[in-house]
């Protein structure tokens, strides 16, 4: 049983900066920081005109008890180091490129075929190799989503290469 | 109570979203939370009580609905259905899926019913009570409400709270609705009108589930044949009636306790079944009483949850926090005034989630084995589908990619959160929850001209400020004694 325990807490024998507790702990605290730093940016409003706090208090209080929250956290993980996680598979980093190529697609090209390549990219590298259902999931549902949101909800896509076609 | 639904169009949506919320509570990853998230911009095109009567019939069935693969597979289809796997796959494991199957799918509608005969009465009575509340007792509500987030899951109760404050933080964006100035948006227009709900939930529930898929493409899951549902016999009611209501008991409560939710009911619910138990060493192993004893609690909650969420606002559960937003965003305040004013729509709420717990046990009934077909579809042929529906709706809200761009962010951090073991609910009741408690706060300042030791002085709000302490304190106490505070 200790064994088992201690595998799963084979973390511990990383240096700190290598540890999960440590990178989240780094994390979260820079960002709190840089967000709590622009909140003292924020435009104030004049004695006469404030009735209460000013606008930048409540998220200031917010981002303090954040960094103080997760300093215990960090603390606590001393005494009990957190388990070290799996390193995460090939096609989790193919989503999120598939995620990037979304974004560059539907913002230069069209938002309709960015929906076709993600489907198509994603299905393929999970696995996918039948050519009707790549079909079926990248062109044939794609469209039907395109059909219903534009003729029932009466939505309107943004312009682009292949949504044109259909709007001039 | 049931007049507002004799209507076609009404019945078609209870239909529709009893359906509907099988499939999503049956598909392990979805449920309905995400699933709610996603038809929330469809319902758009419905009027206010059409609306909400899909979303809470979705409620209910995916909640039943997550049941039928924690039986089948192993899995539970939703987290509330995380301990009927205990008893429900070994049972079917025997060859007694239909047996497992039936005693869920009673021991679900009866917690379900209780629920809904807990909300009729128990909503109203709130709500008359919430008259007497003024900014700092919905503050110090809101508070309670937040704290109560520290103990929701088994995960790490200062993480939950940091989710939390986080999911408030995100409701500080934009234009400060007291003076106008802006907040958190560098310059970005889009920004101004704040982060959209739809966006932050579909990307927290939905694109983090799909990323969570992405790993876990090398599991097998081994499906128990199934022949048919089958009702329970004598004996089994003989040995479980007692556990099914005092289970629907607890799954009330815990569901009228804001922030908690089908989840913790239904983890309640089986091991005070395992502790009342005549056979305790039977847990585990394929015990009837084990099946009936979340179920029942896990749908119970379900109306348990809605008390809360119609009488003052505050979501009851991660779902309740989709229909107060389905609300909200078809013109409808929750709270008091609502029961005064539109006693009619409550009613119509009421009697669709009676109706919605009726159809689902008869489609769960006759239908369980097509509907456990569903789980053949394949994540690579599901997700990229999902995916679709996702950004379309996400987009549909307001029209805007900035909203896309915001849903696959979310979707990235709720990942991570969800690696690092960081509940993303707290995250969604929280961004529900900011902009109340911020505005409570600040104008209770202004009423109490800058003294905060007033909010002392107010009863209600001390008791909530003190069940505050309790809630957090509890869980704080409970992780120690588990040595899970991290």
Request: proline letters at 6%; aromatic letters at 14%; one cysteine or more.
């Amino acid at each position: 049983m200790n064994n088992v325990r201690d595998k799963k807490r084979a973390n511990k024998s990383l240096p700190f900066f290598f540890r999960t507790e440590f990178k989240v702990f780094f994390t979260i605290i820079l960002v709190s920081t840089i967000l709590l730093i622009s909140t003292f940016s924020f435009d104030t409003v004049p004695p006469i005109l404030n009735r209460g706090i000013q606008p930048a208090t409540f998220p200031k209080g917010l981002l303090v008890l954040i960094i103080v929250l997760t300093s215990i956290i960090y603390y606590l993980s001393f005494k009990r180091p957190w388990k070290k996680e799996k390193n995460l598979p090939k096609p989790f980093f193919l989503t999120i490129i598939s995620f990037v190529l979304f974004i560059i697609i539907s913002k230069t090209l069209d938002f309709f075929l960015a929906i076709s390549v993600l489907s198509v990219f994603v299905s393929y590298y999970w696995g996918e190799r039948r050519i009707f259902y790549l079909l079926l999931v990248s062109i044939i549902f794609p469209l039907v989503v395109f059909i219903f949101f534009e003729m029932i909800l009466g939505l309107r896509f943004p312009p682009g290469i292949i949504t044109n076609l259909y709007y001039y | 109570m049931m007049a507002p639904l004799f209507s076609s169009k009404l019945l078609l949506v209870l239909l529709f979203g009893t359906l509907f919320g099988l499939v999503l509570g049956v598909l392990p990853g979805l449920g309905p939370t995400t699933g709610g998230a996603l038809i929330l911009p469809f319902t758009m095109t419905l009027d206010p009580l059409s609306a909400i009567i899909l979303l809470t019939s979705i409620y209910c069935a995916g909640t039943y609905g997550g049941a039928i693969t924690a039986v089948l597979i192993n899995t539970p289809g939703t987290p509330a259905a995380a301990a009927t796997c205990l008893d429900g796959y070994p049972l079917a494991q025997k060859g007694e899926a239909g047996r497992a199957l039936g005693m869920a799918t009673v021991s679900s509608t009866v917690g379900g019913i209780f629920s809904v005969i807990v909300l009729v009465f128990f909503a109203p009575i709130l709500a008359n009570l919430a008259y007497e509340f003024g900014q700092p007792e919905y503050f110090a509500l809101a508070i309670f409400g937040l704290t109560m987030l520290a103990s929701i899951g088994d995960g790490s109760p200062i993480k939950n709270l940091i989710a939390g404050a986080f999911g408030i933080l995100i409701s500080t964006v934009g234009k400060d609705f007291m003076t106008s100035i802006d907040r958190f948006t560098y310059g970005i227009n889009e920004l101004s009108v704040g982060i959209g709900f739809i966006p932050v939930v579909v990307g927290l529930f939905a694109i983090s589930e799909m990323l969570t898929q992405s790993t876990l493409l090398d599991q097998v899951f081994k499906r128990v044949a199934l022949k048919a549902v089958k009702l329970p016999t004598k004996d089994d009611y003989k040995k479980t009636w007692k556990t099914i209501l005092r289970s629907s008991g607890i799954g009330s409560f815990i569901g009228v306790l804001p922030a908690e939710g089908g989840t913790v009911a239904s983890l309640i619910g089986y091991s005070e079944a395992k502790r009342f138990s005549k056979n305790p060493e039977e847990f585990g192993k394929g015990s009837v009483e084990g099946i009936a004893g979340a179920e029942a609690a896990n749908n119970a909650a379900t109306g348990g949850a809605m008390v809360p969420t119609l009488a003052l606002g505050i979501p009851g559960s991660a779902t309740t926090a989709v229909i107060l937003t389905g609300l909200i965003i078809h013109g409808v305040r929750p709270g008091p005034d609502l029961f005064k004013e539109q006693p009619e729509f409550l009613y119509g709420i009421f009697g669709a989630m009676l109706v919605a717990n009726i159809l689902f046990f008869i489609f769960g009934f006759f239908g369980a084995k097509i509907f456990a077909r569903i789980t053949l579809v394949p994540n690579k042929i599901l997700w990229p589908m999902i995916f679709a529906v996702s950004v379309c709706g996400t987009y549909s809200l307001s029209q805007s990619i900035i909203d896309v761009w915001i849903m696959l962010f979310f979707g990235v951090l709720g990942f991570f959160m969800r690696r690092y073991g960081f509940s993303v609910v707290p995250v969604i009741i929280g961004l529900i929850l900011g902009e109340l408690v911020e505005g409570t706060l600040r104008q209770s300042i202004v009423i109490f001209d800058g003294n905060w030791l007033m909010f002392l002085t107010r009863p209600i709000a001390l008791t909530f400020f003190i069940l505050s302490l309790i809630a957090l304190a509890f869980p704080l106490i409970r992780s120690k004694k588990n040595k899970k505070i991290i």
